[in-house]
């Protein structure tokens, strides 16, 4: 035997959506209840342990054996289930023995989920996963309300509805099939080994988790529910409205107060409606507590507390691969990738309060509750016990990576010598000494213009991307933003040849089907594999990974162009589809691709010293470790520390550390 599908249907009194894998799996009442399992070319067979049946002993020695590779879809799933259905002690060692067919979807450009996998593959309809999963993990997977109709049971099993059980089993061997048909056709383009070391160092990061303060969530939800119920309270009052949360009432209301017809209430309106401060006293002080009352990321404490194991930690807030068009981590259950920032000084002193459930002193202090709350979210997240924190950011990686691809030496000289990117940008558009863009001097004021072109057009950006930005907040006039970004434009000479250098490659690479190469080692390629008709536009990155754009084509975009076109998952609708592409957006994924493997690099040097690292958020490491151990200089030297395949990159990081997690 080489190769061994695996699909497990469990039990648990935990809600794996709201708490995650590893908080489902450690409670009590967890159980494997189907395992089906497909040997090489066999047939696939179901074991139904809840019958008594047992798991054959040739399966069972194959599970253990490392010369047979398991497979499983999420494998992450499976390999901690059967963990602690065998009692397995050294699951690291296990680990490496497991293969992720989700992972490999997601490697080449396709969505998470064995159903959306299977649709985008275009499988036969008897190779797709059943699409009654769903109603039947709901009865058999989770417990049910007790009623007088079932006798009054927290849990249905088997001999409740036996017909429903049999599909169920079918349902399992049939995600088997799906999986094993998918890893079929996928297999023509392997997952790289090293991208299989990440995976395995990823699950070991989310199994140890990172501990939680317990007593800052209790006190900040306690806070939290108390402030709602005193703001919806004055906003009853305020207003005469029932429900002052409903949109639909408090536009009314405003529209009867004031006269103005407002279409939507979201953040950005909201705060637009309190900046033009309407002469109407109650309707600021309605709009400025439904502000308050919107402060979603306070919701980021009954997460943690939804997750939180028994020991006191959160796990699995990682995805890997979650970004499958550049292979960056995503966030989830507390979405660690989208923390607030914290600008209070006085943090000590707020977390003391909050776990005081003192709202007196926190009024007194800081005013708004809610914004305090939010402000504390990121020190929620602290070290083991006789620990610390040490934090460890790469500094402006986009900007270096750009730099380095693009060869604009001028660019370089800056991340090699001072750093100060935005005055050095500044200067280089308006041709100012940079020693005269300094607080004091008037040409200070050009700072601000280098900082938004810096963040708005590294990849083909204009005006339009400028104003996302928020120029216009920053003071600059519509009409100067055109000249801005042609300033940009011919400061960076190299950065714009890069674009179209990456739009002229994919247009020939689709026209010929000839691989074309440009700086730094970078391929463009057409890929197709006559076995299972899976087709790819790739681009080859410095450090050996690459990038998959699944079933490409030309065709005219929005502006009448010929551009690259391929399917891929939209960010606004979430559904694999249409996607069209150019340079910019090209450079973009390569330039994002290129920092998310510096990571990697960096997570691999730790983990080889013996380093935990608990978390990392975008370009930041967090690692747990004794007082005596590693220093923040140290963690920025490894961050800092060259990469064999990107000769050149001038690399650098800054840290603190700390007995919290927060923003430096």
């Keep these: ?113 064995l159903s959306a996998l299977g649709e985008a593959l275009k499988l036969p309809q008897d190779k797709r996963k059943l699409g009654v999963g769903k109603s039947l993990i709901s009865y058999f997977c989770k417990p049910c309300k007790p009623t007088k109709a079932n006798g009054g049971r927290v849990r249905n099993l088997p001999h409740h509805e036996p017909d429903k059980w049999a599909v169920f089993k079918d349902y399992c061997v049939r995600d088997v099939d799906a999986e094993n048909t998918i890893l079929t056709m996928l297999s023509a383009f392997p997952v790289p080994a090293d991208l299989q070391k990440q995976w395995e160092l990823d699950m070991r990061i989310n199994e140890t988790g990172v501990k939680l303060d317990t007593d800052l969530i209790e006190g900040a939800l306690y806070c939290n529910s108390v402030v709602t119920d005193e703001l919806i309270n004055e906003a009853v009052r305020l207003t005469g409205i029932d429900n002052p949360k409903s949109v639909s009432q408090l536009k ?118 809610p914004d305090t709350l939010s402000q504390l979210i990121r020190t929620a997240f602290i070290p083991s016990d006789g620990n610390k924190f040490v934090v460890s950011d790469f500094s402006a990686i986009e900007a270096r990576v750009i730099a380095w691809l693009a060869g604009e030496q001028w660019r370089l000289d800056v991340f090699n010598t001072h750093g100060k990117i935005y005055e050095a940008s500044a200067s280089s558009m308006f041709g100012v000494p940079i020693e005269r863009i300094k607080k004091g001097n008037p040409e200070y004021a050009l700072r601000a213009k280098g900082k938004v072109a810096e963040l708005a057009l590294g990849y083909q950006g204009s005006a339009p991307a400028l104003i996302n930005m928020g120029a216009l907040k920053m003071g600059l006039s519509e009409d100067e933003l055109p000249d801005i970004v042609s300033r940009w434009r011919k400061a960076n000479p190299r950065i714009k040849d890069l ?115 608990v978390m990392h958020v975008h370009d930041e490491v967090i690692i747990d470790c004794p007082e005596n151990s590693i220093t923040p200089e140290a963690a920025c030297f490894l961050m800092s520390g060259p990469i064999s395949w990107a000769e050149g990159l001038p690399l650098k990081a800054a840290g603190f550390e700390s007995k919290y997690y927060m923003k430096d």
């Design 499 to 613: 674009w179209y250098s990456c739009e002229s490659a994919a247009l020939e690479v689709m026209r010929t089907g000839n691989a074309v190469g440009i700086n730094k080692g970078i391929i463009f390629s057409r890929e197709y594999a006559p076995s299972c008709g899976l087709d790819f536009f790739t681009v080859l990155l410095p450090s050996g990974r690459k990038l998959y754009y699944p079933h490409p084509f030309l065709s005219e975009n929005n502006f009448g162009k010929e551009a690259l076109h391929y399917y891929g998952t939209g960010q606004k609708n979430k559904s694999f589809s249409e996607q069209s592409t150019y340079g910019g957006k090209l450079t973009e994924n390569i330039v994002q691709a290129v920092a998310r493997d510096c990571l990697a690099v960096t997570l691999q040097r730790l983990d080889r010293l013996g380093l935990h690292t």
């Design 1 to 113: 035997m080489q190769h061994l599908s695996i699909d497990i249907e469990t039990y648990s009194g935990v809600d794996i959506v709201k708490s995650g894998l590893y908080k489902y799996v450690q409670s009590p009442d967890f159980q494997v209840m189907l395992f089906a399992y497909k040997a090489d070319g066999d047939p696939t067979r179901i074991v139904d342990l809840m019958a008594g049946e047992s798991i054959p002993a040739d399966i069972v020695n194959a599970l253990f054996d490392p010369s047979v590779v398991k497979h499983a879809y999420n494998a992450a799933f499976e390999w901690y289930c059967l963990s602690k259905h065998f009692g397995v002690e050294n699951r690291d060692a296990w680990l490496s023995q497991w293969r992720c067919t989700m992972l490999h979807g997601a490697y080449l450009g396709y969505p998470m989920g």
């Design 252 to 369: 009314k209301w405003i529209r009867e107060e004031t006269g103005e017809e407002v279409e939507k209430l979201d953040k950005s309106v909201v705060q637009e409606l309190i900046e033009k401060d309407l002469p109407q006293g109650n309707v600021n002080r309605a709009l400025a507590i439904r502000q308050e009352l919107g402060k979603s990321s306070v919701s980021k404490y009954q997460a943690m507390a939804d997750c939180i194991c028994s020991d006191g930690r959160a796990r699995g807030l990682l995805q890997f691969y979650g970004a499958n068009r550049t292979g960056r981590w995503a966030g989830r259950f507390v979405q660690v990738q989208n923390l607030p920032r914290n600008y209070i000084e006085t943090l000590d002193l707020a977390r003391k309060y909050v776990k005081a459930k003192n709202l007196e002193a926190l009024r007194l202090l800081y005013g708004n509750i």
